[in-house]
């Protein structure tokens, strides 16, 4: 990942939803010229191959997409594949994508791995047809982001709340840190005149998934921040579920950055989707334009939300955790462009 395009974007929340409207009217404006000059990119041609409902179309016929589409953005669980085994038509759909000239990204909430180890996940479902620099975890995004502000040569450190995955991204971009794995059986003394002492050279409090979290890593990262105004607060995503066992849904990263941000009143920088800090790379890095990523994911308040953010088109499958009835709801009020029952939909009839 280039550090311009983060060095570009030092966020604060605000910042942010100042960036998703620039970004919406200059996308909605670039659409509409190219409908009005039919220049290469035909929105309307998209439109006549879908089955059009009320509220969201059933994309039948993929080629349009396949035409006007450079880049496709997958999220991983759900849509790539399901807990341990492959959604069928992925590796095929990759290598089509691949031999058609189109770029692929694999996007993912989850900052527990690396992006070493989703490779080794991805080759150990067969898919070897996927390079590390495809990944695009939320643990290699909170590493990428304190990169691009030159936080190594400050000689400060990461008080990390986390798993293994954000451990190893800030080892590979050579990033000093505590916490995480280290102090996952920490009990804090709270014996009269007991304290938490932190280390002074704390400059970045990172959250994301943490299996572990206690109150030792909470009153940590309360101290480190609340009595250093520069410490930064970076959460890797703020998903209030995720999915560790197909049973139920689990309390998510939502949950510890909610922790972190109660004892504080502080608000994080987001590095993983949501936020455009990612995509904004992709975007510099092959000089398109958002309408031609399209991000194709199984949650619509994070995947969809993501794309339409960023004005890329969307794609839900609903081989994940959305129904069709929740797209379709009356409460839902984010709409992907198409809806497709699972990856092996965007395969191209026509090769
Ligand atoms: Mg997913």
């Not at 983060?6 to 409207?21: C, G, K």
């Not at 495809?134 to 450190?157: N, P, V």
């Not at 794609?315 to 994940?320: K, Y």
Request: glycine fraction near 8%; hydrophobic fraction near 35%; charged fraction near 25%.
């Amino acid at each position: 990942m280039s550090r311009f395009a983060f060095q570009t974007h030092r966020l604060s929340y605000s910042s942010v939803s100042h960036l998703f409207l620039k970004k919406k009217t200059c996308v909605s404006l670039c659409k509409r010229r190219c409908c009005h000059n039919n220049s290469g990119f035909a929105l309307r041609g998209i439109h006549m191959d879908v089955t059009t409902s009320s509220k969201v179309r059933k994309l039948s016929q993929p080629q349009h997409l396949l035409d006007t589409v450079q880049i496709f953005i997958f999220d991983c669980d759900g849509v790539i594949w399901k807990g341990d085994s492959l959604i069928a038509g992925a590796k095929e759909l990759i290598t089509q994508l691949k031999d058609l000239g189109k770029r692929v990204y694999f996007i993912t909430n989850n900052s527990t791995k690396s992006r070493a180890s989703y490779l080794k996940k991805f080759r150990s479902l067969g898919l070897d047809n996927v390079d590390a620099e495809e990944i695009l975890s939320s643990s290699y995004a909170a590493a990428a982001y304190l990169t691009s502000i030159h936080f190594q040569s400050k000689g400060k450190k990461v008080y990390v709340i986390g798993e293994k995955g954000i451990e190893e991204e800030l080892e590979k971009h050579h990033i000093a840190y505590l916490g995480g794995e280290s102090d996952k059986d920490k009990v804090p003394d709270m014996r009269p005149g007991g304290k938490v002492v932190q280390d002074s050279q704390v400059g970045a409090v990172v959250v994301g998934f943490d299996r572990y979290i206690n109150y030792y890593k909470i009153q940590y990262a309360q101290l480190c921040l609340s009595q250093n105004s520069e410490c930064l607060f970076i959460a890797t995503n703020l998903d209030s579920v995720t999915h560790l066992t197909d049973a139920q849904e689990w309390a998510g990263n939502g949950a510890m950055v909610g922790a972190i941000r109660g004892c504080t009143q502080k608000e994080p920088i987001v590095v993983g989707k949501p936020s455009p800090l990612l995509i904004n790379d992709v975007i510099q890095k092959h000089q398109l334009e958002p309408y031609q990523i399209c991000m194709v994911g199984d949650r619509l308040d994070t995947d969809v939300l993501f794309g339409k953010n960023n004005g890329l088109q969307t794609v839900l499958s609903l081989s994940g955790v959305t129904t069709i009835e929740k797209v379709l709801s009356d409460k839902n009020k984010i709409l992907p462009d198409y809806y497709i029952q699972s990856i092996a939909d965007l395969l191209s009839k026509n090769i």
